[in-house]
């Protein structure tokens, strides 16, 4: 392969819509992946979660190979056997609720704010409250959403009835509260934000007012959800139940695929023609996200995401007593952030050389968020090259 000419191939047809690392990946394999010249790499933040259980993995790949000899895909006016399986495979690892299928983030968010404007219209209610240092998708309802100013420039008018408040701040979530308020939504950890983590104190009070006045909870976890924090989701944690969740990046391993669940009491509002997927829950999808479930209890990739997430956390803690350049360590899990005094994007840079993927946000935290069956030894491995990184910088 010619990565130059690939790259001006890149530059002469494709949208320049990422700032892109000249890195071509050729195959993966669990937690490595190659590039064009065999170069191995130790990827340590596998596509924004997409990859969740690593890259090519066994399960996920004879399920799709398997389904793809039978249907491709089956129009949501028909029925699939495997969406309806799936469906329930959701709603027993969450909560009792009825599951609509799209296929990505940004939409499942875009079926959740539907949902809870028509769930509010018949009293006027079409607002929802959302924190400042969100993401939630580049739709321009999820960007409207999103409480990022610099992801909206350029894209006014965005749609209205979104209102931003402080994060962990309950008091600012109490004064915005209005007769047109219908929902608040957020990240129980804001990983585009800089892995910022909801407190708990916060987030039962939040769901508490919620109740009192009459509103729905939505919870993102599209980043957090499928045993990225330890447990199935990360609201799992909090002790509460939201009355609408969005997920998808680690559902399909790798595959495009993206949901939500609602509780019953609301899930029946989306009735027929009042919202849609044509490639939502296809049977290939189906096929990888019911085999991602399958990994995730056969190999307890569960308690492997505590224990090694604890192990990293405890790895980077030494690190933080060791340079005096990272301010905080923060997240759950396998999702932690790495807040550095200064910017981020060299180190990120230099780890690549090292062979070593990462991710910076938010300009300077460095984000890390291994596959869910990550080894100790493997932690190590990165370990040894952010040190040997951040002693030089």
């Avoid at 939409?107 to 409250?129: D, N, P, Q, T, W």
């Avoid at 892995?195 to 919620?210: G, H, M, Q, S």
């Avoid at 189906?286 to 569960?302: P, T």
């Avoid at 062979?355 to 990550?374: D, E």
Wanted: net charge positive.
């Amino acid at each position: 392969m010619d990565k130059n000419k690939l790259i001006k191939e890149y530059e002469k047809y494709v949208m320049p819509t990422y700032t892109r690392t000249p890195l071509v990946i050729t195959k993966g394999k669990g937690s490595k992946v190659w590039d064009e010249s065999g170069k191995e790499y130790l990827d340590f933040f596998p596509g924004w979660a997409v990859s969740g259980l690593g890259h090519r993995h066994p399960l996920v790949v004879a399920a799709l190979s398997e389904q793809a000899k039978k249907v491709l895909h089956v129009p949501n006016n028909y029925y699939n056997e495997l969406q309806g399986e799936l469906a329930k495979k959701i709603s027993q690892s969450s909560f009792d609720g009825k599951v609509f299928f799209c296929n990505s983030g940004a939409e499942s968010v875009e079926s959740a704010i539907k949902l809870a404007r028509l769930y509010g219209s018949s009293a006027g209610k079409y607002e929802i409250i959302t924190m400042e240092n969100s993401f939630h998708g580049r739709t321009l309802a999820s960007l409207a959403a999103t409480g990022q100013s610099k992801y909206k420039e350029g894209f006014a008018p965005l749609p209205q009835g979104f209102l931003q408040v402080p994060f962990n701040d309950l008091a600012a979530l109490k004064a915005k509260i209005n007769p047109k308020t219908t929902a608040v939504m957020l990240e129980l950890i804001q990983g585009e934000g800089g892995i910022n983590v909801a407190d708990p104190e916060y987030i039962k009070a939040i769901k508490a007012l919620c109740d009192e006045k009459g509103l729905l909870l939505i919870f993102d976890e599209v980043q957090t959800g499928i045993g990225r924090t330890g447990k199935m989701f990360c609201y799992q944690h909090y002790g509460i139940t939201p009355d609408i969740m969005t997920m998808a990046k680690s559902l399909g391993g790798g595959f495009p695929i993206g949901a939500i669940i609602a509780q019953r009491k609301i899930a029946d509002t989306l009735g027929p023609g009042k919202h849609a997927s044509t490639f939502g829950g296809s049977p290939l999808a189906c096929a990888c996200s019911l085999a991602v479930f399958q990994a995730v209890e056969k190999e307890k990739l569960l308690a492997n995401a505590k224990e090694t997430g604890e192990y990293l956390y405890k790895k980077l803690s030494h690190l933080k007593e060791k340079y005096h350049i990272i301010k905080e360590i923060r997240g759950k899990g396998l999702m932690l952030g790495i807040e550095l005094d200064k910017e981020g994007g060299p180190i990120y840079e230099e780890c690549l050389k090292k062979g070593l993927l990462i991710n910076c946000t938010h300009g300077n935290v460095l984000r890390i968020m291994p596959r869910l069956g990550v080894s100790k030894a493997e932690i190590d491995k990165a370990i040894a090259i952010l040190d040997s990184v951040l002693q030089g910088s």
